[in-house]
């Protein structure tokens, strides 16, 4: 079952997304809690979110559906720009609200807190797989298999064509193009990047590149987002990238099943993914970094997406149309979530979140 090892109380996952909901950058003198137990249905707002592009098909999904069957009064717009841009519009309070996939720490924590004076909440949404995708037409309808030692090659510019002894040992009965390989990454700051290579660090000894939302790629070429990696992908023969498990369903582009830290080799899909954070505890503040399992069945590249929210909002009519739909897509929208390929979290952790939601928020008194 999905995210059994989320039946603990404090388990959880990785990605990160931001929500800033009409807060302006001073606080209010007053404060009083929102109102909750509403259905919302005769509240209206127009909310605007940028942010990461690993949970852009799921977001846009879920709020064209609340719209649609839930309230059309509340209207919500949401761009993928990168899980960098989204923190930062977060902070600047020019959105609504932001998403991102890496949690918010370092210099951008601290920005935060001299703006805001206060801790900023983030609250995961939802997880999904990074798969390796590749376009190689001479594997059509074939599996390609990468081992560590392969696709730590592939990543680090030391396998450079993709009969290379190290990606032929895991396939002997495939018959391997002698073509260059090209690696295409992100150019962008990116939660994607941030889940990637926070696994590459622990997977591959020589990896020199370090871990966060930008790095120093020692190989490939750049793309905007997980949309223009998987264009990338799909244009160029020969190439592989990294990109959310999402992407490669929705535009049919096939991933490597990638031997993970038991050695077995294991495709991208929900059910793997989320046997990576088996046995994983989620801490309070949400901020879970994936770790390399053990799990034979672990796809072992994954991570969480989540939304921030600022810890007070001026406009409580706003906020609460805000809280009615991230409340909805923990609920309501899960079979969206399975539809598209991500992982829904499990029940017992979507209510933690709407606890955080209805009681660590507030808004200004009118």
Request: net charge negative.
């Amino acid at each position: 079952m999905l995210f059994q090892l989320f039946s603990k109380p404090q388990a959880l996952l990785t990605p990160l997304v931001v929500l800033a909901l009409g807060v302006s950058a001073c606080q209010p003198e007053a404060q009083e809690p929102n109102a909750t137990g509403t259905t919302g249905s005769d509240i209206s707002a127009n909310l605007s979110g940028a942010g990461a592009s690993f949970p852009a098909p799921l977001y846009q999904r879920w709020f064209s559906e609340y719209n649609k069957s839930v309230n059309p009064g509340v209207q919500v717009s949401y761009q993928s720009v990168g899980s960098g841009a989204g923190i930062e519009q977060y902070i600047s309070g020019t959105v609504d609200f932001g998403a991102s996939d890496a949690p918010i720490q370092g210099e951008r924590l601290e920005s935060f807190r001299q703006k805001y004076n206060a801790e900023p909440i983030q609250v995961p949404m939802a997880a999904g797989a990074v798969p390796l995708a590749y376009n190689l037409p001479e594997l059509e309808g074939q599996e390609l298999r990468l081992s560590r030692e392969a696709y730590c090659g592939i990543v680090e510019g030391e396998v450079t064509r993709w009969n290379d002894p190290l990606i032929a040992a895991a396939n002997p009965n495939l018959t391997l193009p002698d073509r260059p390989v090209v690696f295409a990454h992100r150019s962008d700051g990116s939660g994607t990047t941030f889940i990637f290579t926070n696994h590459i660090k622990e997977a591959c000894p020589g990896w020199t590149g370090g871990v966060g939302t930008s790095v120093n790629w020692p190989t490939g070429v750049g793309a905007q987002g997980n949309e223009g990696v998987a264009a990338q992908i799909q244009q160029n023969e020969g190439t592989i990238g990294y990109i959310e498990y999402a992407y490669a369903k929705l535009n049919n582009i096939p991933a490597a099943l990638l031997e993970n830290a038991s050695g077995e080799f294991v495709a991208p899909t929900p059910e793997s993914a989320s046997a990576v954070f088996d046995g994983v505890d989620v801490p309070e503040d949400y901020a879970l970094l994936v770790p390399d399992s053990e799990n034979p069945a672990a796809f072992p590249i994954a991570g969480l997406t989540w939304v921030l929210v600022y810890p007070q909002y001026q406009d409580a009519e706003k906020y609460q149309a805000l809280q009615n739909v991230l409340e909805w897509s923990l609920t309501e929208g899960r079979p969206i979530a399975e539809e598209l390929g991500y992982i829904p979290i499990p029940e017992s952790l979507a209510q933690r979140v709407v606890t955080t939601l209805e009681e660590k928020v507030t808004t200004a008194s009118n």
